[in-house]
């Protein structure tokens, strides 16, 4: 069995971002996710061309950098 470094239970927002930058400074990592998509509930599917939040709206205050 491979080792890894580290083993992310979900693929939301958390553990989709710490297995990116985990990956960026080296190490290696397994995601496990249950559901059939990634990003948690702020996961989102294209209906008529617009993006709809499937788990209820979601509105990021970010600074944009
Ligand atoms: C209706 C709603 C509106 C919101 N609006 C905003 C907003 O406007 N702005 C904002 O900043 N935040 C908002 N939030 C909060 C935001 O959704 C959360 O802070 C963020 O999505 C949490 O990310 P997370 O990765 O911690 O958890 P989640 O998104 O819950 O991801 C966890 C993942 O782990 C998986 N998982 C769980 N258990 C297991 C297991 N045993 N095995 C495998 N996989 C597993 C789940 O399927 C899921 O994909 C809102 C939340 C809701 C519900």
């Keep these: 069995m ?3 470094d580290y ?4 693929a939301g927002l958390f553990g989709a971002v ?3 930058e985990a990956a ?3 190490k290696t990592i397994q995601v496990i996710e249950k559901r059939d998509h990634i990003a948690g509930n702020i ?3 294209e ?5 709809v939040h499937q788990y209820g709206a979601h ?3 970010t600074s944009g950098a």
């Design 59 to 61: 509105i990021f205050h």
């Design 18 to 20: 710490f297995a990116h």
């Design 47 to 51: 209906v008529d061309g617009i993006q």
């Design 2 to 4: 491979k080792a890894y």
């Design 7 to 10: 083993l992310v239970v979900g």
């Design 24 to 26: 960026l400074r080296g």
């Design 43 to 45: 996961y989102t599917h």
